[in-house]
């Protein structure tokens, strides 16, 4: 997969009404090659190519990883509805990771319970009844008040 963008056009004569519709970037050549129109910009450096030849030749020449960072600074003249669902879609992916590794801390974690928790199953085995505890993750275990008597 090619990480490079179509070069857009921000002239201010682009209508409302074509809105989403490719435009074509009239520049006089590419970065790399400066013998062909430019068609792509790198994502990470804002470099102009024309073909997957270049892209490559700018990739290797300039360490470039072609890949945009999504926590560089934009100022707020410049901040758009594409930089809005940019940084919503950096949050959602950050509360996806997070939300992750809860869960693989519960899937992993042991299954060992205090010692309140290992006398209950025990009393609740001999009187032929299946208990069973959630671990200390969940909030359901978290809200639980069940307390077992000896008496």
């Known amino acids: 997969m090619l990480n490079m963008l179509p ?3 921000n002239s201010s004569e682009a209508d409302d009404d074509r809105r989403g519709v490719k435009r074509k ?3 006089s050549s590419c970065d790399v090659c400066e013998t062909e129109e430019a068609k792509y910009r790198c994502p990470s ?3 102009h190519t024309c073909s997957l030849a270049c892209v490559k030749q700018h990739k290797m020449v300039s360490g470039c990883c072609g890949v945009r960072d999504k926590t560089t600074f934009v100022p707020l003249a410049e901040f758009d509805e594409i930089n809005l669902l940019n940084d919503y879609r950096f949050l959602e992916d950050t509360a996806r990771l997070s939300q992750q590794s809860n869960r693989d801390a519960v899937l992993l974690g042991s299954r ?3 010692k309140e928790g290992m ?5 609740a085995r001999a009187a032929k009844v299946t208990l069973k505890l ?3 993750m969940f909030s359901k275990h978290r809200e639980n008040r069940t307390v077992f ?3």
């Open 45 to 47: 450096c804002n470099k």
């Open 119 to 123: 006398w209950m199953i025990r009393r």
């Open 149 to 151: 008597r000896r008496a």
């Open 7 to 9: 070069v857009m056009d």
């Open 112 to 114: 060992r319970h205090p």
């Open 134 to 136: 959630l671990p200390k």
């Open 25 to 27: 970037i009239a520049l």
